[in-house]
């Protein structure tokens, strides 16, 4: 029987989609995460516990497990797992990404530098070491900039600062963010924080699946909220694009360069650019589809979803069409307005009673303490809505999250 291993970190939004895909799939799915979980022994081979941390350990214990569970492909969920799926795969002589060129997908220094030297527009970049004097290198810089963490997500510790006085306090709030638990696993990854020049414009994100090196392009995102800092959160997701059609051929172009910089070749592509007079300028570049539950905003074909296609590509199964469905949809990841313990979400009915509005989900669980951006990196819930315009799909979600009421109390200190 043909069997898949899923990489799903404990902390993944994404176990239930993907899982689901395997069982409509039929295929057997053994879960590899990083705890060990607490069936494991009686699971009979479908679930292992891998080590994360250490990638060259984690593609042994893989390679290992495989002697007695012949795989067909790893599938990693996300950004933390694509190194390690690319490493096994690469033992196990299955299709995959040169470890490498996830890797450097992976650290935003290295997509810069590849990229740069590549001739893909990209702002003046610099790498601190957290050590370093922020005063000092806040005289070095051009404003506006912006300074981020290596490998973060969700613009966790993204922060633009336009003086030396906002750089300075910017740089001491990431490198505490560094120093968090969850962080810090991250290794020399958490050593550095990456200044680079505010590329104006608006920004879009491209959904791609590469196959041997060829890119098609599944979906390409608006984001119409406005992202100016000082901090980025993201919101709002619709497709298609209401740019004009050459603008998004550039985008679909400048992907292909960036790509072929990085040199992946397999899976899921998620990329972001910002427009402007000069072109599409990448953002990001990350060998993983879109985060989140955001892709259940997708469709393709008959109503294959993004997690389906994934796998079928994987498993070198027939894919019917990598066509969206024409209607549009969106997609808003619900910010946290403020720090505190969420205590209730109210309205969520009325949301739905938006003509266009199709579902709410509150992901975060009630009592639990929330963080805003730039500290945080959870959403509070996703809400979605297909619409007959790009236009209508955007208001449906502007008014479905403004009848939405978020209580959240204060934290008392412990
Ligand atoms: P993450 O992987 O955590 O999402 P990104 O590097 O993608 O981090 O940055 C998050 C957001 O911050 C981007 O979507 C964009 O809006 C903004 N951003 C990041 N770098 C720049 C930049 N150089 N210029 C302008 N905006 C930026």
Redesign the pocket.
């Known amino acids: 029987m043909t069997r898949l291993l899923l990489l799903i970190p404990t902390t993944s939004y994404r176990v239930t989609d993907f899982l689901e895909a395997a069982h409509r799939l039929g295929v057997e799915v053994a879960v590899g995460s990083n705890r060990r979980q607490v069936l494991e022994k009686y699971s009979d081979g479908r679930t292992v516990t891998l080590n994360f941390r250490n990638l060259d350990k984690g593609a042994a214990e893989i390679v290992d497990y495989a002697r007695a569970h012949p795989l067909k492909a790893v599938v990693p969920v996300d950004d933390d797992t694509a190194v390690l799926a690319a490493k096994a795969s690469a033992a196990l002589g299955l299709p995959h990404n040169l470890p490498a060129s996830v890797e450097a997908a992976r650290n ?1 220094h290295r997509l810069r530098t590849l990229l740069a030297e590549a001739g893909l527009p990209s ?1 003046e970049f610099s790498l601190l070491p957290v050590q370093d004097d922020p005063v000092r290198a806040a005289r070095e810089v051009t404003f506006p ?2 300074l ?2 290596l490998a ?7 922060i ?1 600062a336009d003086d030396e006085a906002a750089f300075v306090t910017a740089f001491h709030r990431i490198v505490k963010i560094l120093k968090q638990p969850d962080v810090a696993a991250l290794g020399e990854l958490a050593d550095h924080i990456l200044v ?5 414009g608006a ?1 879009v994100t491209l959904e791609g699946l590469l196959d041997r090196g060829r890119l098609n392009v599944l979906a390409l995102f608006d984001k119409p909220d406005p ?1 100016e ?1 000082p901090y ?1 959160e ?1 919101t709002i997701y619709v497709t298609p694009s209401r740019l004009p059609k050459t603008v998004q051929q550039d985008i679909a172009a400048a992907t292909r360069r960036a790509v072929a910089a990085l040199g992946l070749q397999d899976g899921p592509i998620h990329a ?1 650019f ?1 427009i402007n007079d000069h072109g599409p300028w990448a ?2 570049i ?1 060998a993983r589809s879109i985060g989140g539950l955001c892709s259940r905003v997708l469709r393709f074909g008959t109503g294959i979803r993004l997690e389906e296609l994934i796998l079928r590509h994987a498993l070198g199964l027939p894919i019917e069409s990598l066509e969206r469905e024409r209607r549009p949809a969106g997609v808003m990841m619900m910010p946290i307005p403020r720090a505190g313990i969420l205590e209730e979400v109210r309205g969520v009915k009325e949301a739905l009673e938006v003509p266009g509005a199709t579902e709410v989900i509150i992901t975060m669980p009630m009592g639990q303490k929330v963080t805003p951006l730039p500290e945080g990196n959870k959403y509070l819930g996703f809400l979605f809505a297909r619409h007959d315009t790009p236009e209508a799909v955007e208001a449906a979600l502007r008014e479905a999250h403004r009848r939405i009421d978020v209580v959240i109390e204060p934290a008392t200190a412990s």
Do not use: Q
């Open positions: 935003k702002p900039c912006v981020k963490p973060l997500s969700a613009s966790r510790g993204v633009r680079e020049g505010y590329i104006p920004e992202l800092g980025f993201e972001e910002r953002i990001e990350a």
